[in-house]
């Protein structure tokens, strides 16, 4: 990653009809800060009224995302995540994702027995007004991993 993309990241905040580069920046941010740094005090600078994730076969509200969030970290907590591709076109961004983590601490899914787990993933965000109303998430091996309890 650019040094120049890196800075960026830190310092531009989604803004009202922020294009396809301002939409990355923000979608960038959900993988490498919110969950590669479980800093999940910035979602109110990436979120949108009405915010829905769709995966696992369902629907997600924000406050039942971050708890999944939430508890991923806890079960991984040295998770290290790369934005591994990244692609926008009008309010779309694509982003293709890595983590590797250890499973050191036992919570729901996940039995803390300090097996390593690599995953790769894409997440599809859909912007308005320079932030994420919808994530449609999509990975290799966290689901499968829950249900081999990693």
């Not at 922020?18 to 923000?26: I, L, Q, R, S």
């Not at 309010?91 to 027995?113: R, Y």
Request: glycine content about 12%; proline content about 5%; charged content about 25%.
């Amino acid at each position: 990653m650019s040094a120049l993309f890196a800075a960026a990241l830190l310092v531009l905040p989604a803004a009202v009809n922020a294009g396809p580069a301002e939409n990355k920046v923000t979608a960038s941010r959900v993988i490498l800060e919110k969950m590669g740094q479980g800093r999940f005090d910035i979602q109110p600078e990436l979120y949108g009224p009405g915010f829905v994730a769709h995966g696992f076969g369902r629907d997600y509200t924000l406050a039942e995302d971050e708890a999944s969030g939430r508890q991923l970290r806890a079960a991984f907590p040295d998770l290290k995540v790369s934005v591994d591709r990244i692609i926008a076109e009008g309010d779309l961004v694509s982003l293709h994702w890595s983590a590797v983590g250890t499973n050191t601490a036992k919570v729901p899914g996940f039995p803390g027995e300090g097996k390593k787990l690599a995953v790769d993933g894409m997440s599809f965000f859909r912007f308005a007004d320079g932030k994420i109303v919808e994530e449609i998430g999509l990975d290799d091996g966290v689901a499968e991993a829950a249900r081999q309890r990693v």
